[in-house]
């Protein structure tokens, strides 16, 4: 079981040391026999915004639903706003938006009507924030929740997780089902977010929207948090698959030489490789040759998962 | 603890949970106004087969009180039939000893499991729930939710016989229709309270349904065989038609109404507790 004490040494101020935002120790929940998180125990800053990073099924929901009191510890515990999340639940909720993986309400009810119920259970009377985050997520709050595609729902569940100006905002796979533009509107607004202050503790299959948005992540896998790092040390970390192209053949070894290649294989004027942070050093070499086509990729998440972190953590 | 923060307009926002009464207040409402439709469609149409009773019971009263003179023993007491020779008798024979009680009960069950149940199953209490809304207030909100609604369908059935017997002549005394109407609330509330302790250990809609709806069931075929069957009669005890036994015929019994909503509103705390401790899925 890994325990990783990330950000324990909390800022101490004058004022006394500054309480993290969600504090996990030990954080268990077992389904009968299937597993849900094992021992996760990690602690969120206030201001930042934290990216939770694992492959579907690894157990990011399970403990985002626990933080919410929706699931009950098997043991461990977890604090929030330093509040006991299970005895302290409403308090906590109360200062907290949730977007769910798949959001769903009555599906009867406009948009409208959900953002003015969950404003009457909040006890906001000002929906001008709603409002503007409509307008900008393009959100039709007219139409029945049954009448709207999946990417649809899921603007009318932004609104409803944000409206309220929430301290931290909880998101599961927020923008699965957004169409890019919108992804980017989302983005700007969790930035925004942590300009005010808030925290954001954002789940996500998906490495590249971590990368662009996430002070830090929490990576989870099987159940058990992996690793905990610095989002610029896992881009630093993180590699590209490169395919290029020549006219004619080349030296394999001009390229296998270059710092941070590795898996270099050639078949005829084609050479494939990875590379892990010198693109530079790769696109130089390659113009020196005549290119008839160059491909660069991210690696998947899962394999990114099974370099770094094996199948039994961390290497 | 009051937590504000610095809303982007500039105003500062409250973070604190609501008082449970507001929340309650906010999803009784809400839940009534999701069945709006249910006076006109469960009390329209009950209203509308209780008035035809009222209103055709002038032009067959001295027929109907032949035929039932010579209906065997066993069965005028089985389904309390005494002498039909008032139109409070007809009714509660035709409607109130068994059609509006078991849909009026069958309605209150399905209040309480889409309010639970059925929204858990579809992913609307992990949104519900993410809200400072506890789960006793979910409860306690969906039981006042099939309390009002229930009651007002009452309403629409009462005064559709009323003025049906207004205007057939047919003498409907009120205040044994009111208390007829009471005494169905109350039992529903009994099967209410039930479903809402099944929603307790239960997750799926139907089995919280089926448990309700089996036991309303059950309690009525112990009833009817307990007035029949001398075996079964030392066991009327436990079903809640005993107490709910004919106060349209025979007038209310304040006490045992007042049981059985009672009784309802405990079980529905129960069930509050049961919730509180199990996952939500």
Same mark, same amino acid.
């Given at each position: ?5 990330v950000?324990?040494?909390a800022?101490?101020t ?11 120790a ?8 299937s ?11 206030a ?25 009950h510890?098997?043991?461990g515990?977890a ?8 005895r ?14 798949d959001?769903a ?8 009507e ?6 009457r ?6 929906l001008?924030?709603a409002?503007d985050l409509?307008?900008r997520f393009?959100?039709d709050l007219?139409r ?5 595609s ?24 927020p ?9 980017e509107?989302?983005?700007k ?5 942590r300009?005010?202050?808030g ?9 590249? *929207?971590?990368?662009?948005?996430c ?5 989870i ?7 905990v790092e *610095?989002?610029a040390?896992l881009?630093?970390r ?5 395919t290029l ?8 070894? *001009? ?5 941070g ?14 590379a892990?942070?010198?693109?530079d050093?790769?696109i130089?070499?390659?113009a020196?040759?005549?290119?008839v086509d ?7 998440l899962?394999e ?6 094996? *199948?039994?953590?961390?290497? | 603890?009051t937590?504000r923060v ?12 609501q008082?449970?009464?507001?929340v309650f207040g ?8 999701d069945?709006? +439709? ?11 087969m209780?008035?035809l009773?009222?209103?055709i019971w002038?032009?067959?009263e001295?027929?109907i ?6 209906y065997?023993r066993?069965?005028k007491e089985a ?8 139109v ?5 024979a035709?409607m109130f000893?068994? %059609?509006?009680?078991l849909?009026?009960?069958?309605f ?8 639970i ?12 729930l993410?809200a400072p809304v506890s789960r ?5 909100s ?7 609604m ?16 207004? %205007? ?13 109407l ?5 039992l ?14 239960l997750r799926?809609?139907?089995a ?6 089996g ?6 075929? %112990? ?6 069957a001398?075996?079964v009669e030392?066991?009327r ?9 004919s ?9 045992a109404a ?9 079980l529905a705390?129960?069930g ?5 401790? +199990?996952d %939500?899925?």
């Open positions: 079981m890994f325990e990783l004490e950000g324990s040494d800022r101490d004058v004022s006394g040391p500054v309480t993290p935002v969600i504090e996990t030990e954080l268990t929940k077992t389904y009968g026999e597993r849900g998180i094992d021992g996760v125990s990690m602690t969120v800053e201001g930042e915004v934290f990216g939770f990073l694992g492959p579907n099924g690894a157990g990011k929901t399970t403990t985002i639903r626990t933080l919410l009191d929706l699931l510890p098997t043991s515990s604090r929030v706003f330093g509040l006991d999340s299970r302290d639940t409403l308090r906590i909720r109360a200062r907290t938006g949730n977007l769910p993986g959001f309400y009555d599906a009867r009810l406009t948009g409208r959900v953002i003015d119920l969950f404003a259970l909040r006890g906001i009377s000002d001008g924030r409002r409509a307008e393009e959100a007219d029945p929740l049954a009448e709207l999946r990417g649809n729902r899921q603007k009318v569940g932004l609104v409803q997780a944000m409206f309220h100006e929430p301290e931290l905002l909880i998101l599961d796979e923008t699965s089902g957004l169409d890019p533009l919108m992804q509107e989302f983005l607004v969790v930035r925004e977010a300009e005010r202050g925290t954001v503790f954002l789940s996500s299959h998906d490495l590249d *929207e971590v990368e662009r948005v002070d830090r992540v929490g990576i896998r099987h159940g058990r948090l992996v690793d *610095e989002v040390d881009t630093e993180a590699y590209r698959h490169v192209e020549f006219s004619g053949p080349v030296d394999a070894a *001009e390229f296998a030489a270059i710092a290649v590795t898996e270099l294989e050639r078949s005829g004027n084609r050479i494939a490789f990875k892990q942070s010198n693109l050093a790769v130089k070499a390659a020196r040759h005549e290119l160059i491909e660069l990729t991210h690696p998947s899962e990114i998962f099974l370099t770094f972190y094996g *199948e039994h953590g961390p290497r | 603890m937590t610095e809303a982007a307009a500039g105003a500062r926002r409250d973070l604190t949970p008082p449970a009464l507001s906010t999803l009784v409402r809400r839940g009534m106004r069945r709006r +439709r249910a006076p006109l469609s469960w009390g329209g149409s009950l209203g509308a209780s008035a009773i009222v209103a002038p032009s067959i001295g027929s009180s032949k035929a039932v003179r010579s065997p066993g069965l389904f309390g039939i005494g002498e039909l020779n008032n409070a008798a007809y009714l509660d035709e000893s068994l %059609i509006v009680p849909a009026l009960s069958f209150a069950v399905r209040v309480i499991t889409s309010a149940a059925s929204a858990e199953e579809a992913g609307h209490l992990d949104t519900l993410a006793r207030v979910l409860v306690a969906a039981l006042a939710t099939a309390a009002a229930s009651a007002v369908i009452l309403a629409v059935l009462g005064t559709a016989s009323w003025i049906a017997g207004a %205007i057939a002549g047919s003498g409907l005394p009120l205040g044994r229709l009111v208390a007829a009471v005494g169905v609330w109350a529903a509330m009994l099967f209410a309270g039930l479903a809402a302790l099944a929603t307790g250990p799926r809609p139907a919280v349904t089926a448990v309700a709806t036991t309303l069931i059950a309690m009525y075929v %112990i009833d009817l065989l307990g007035k029949i001398r075996d030392p066991v005890w436990a079903s809640a038609f005993r107490y709910y036994d106060p349209l015929a025979d007038g209310l019994d304040p006490l007042a049981g059985l909503a009672l009784t309802g509103v405990g705390a129960v509050a507790l049961l919730l509180e401790r +199990r %939500i899925r």
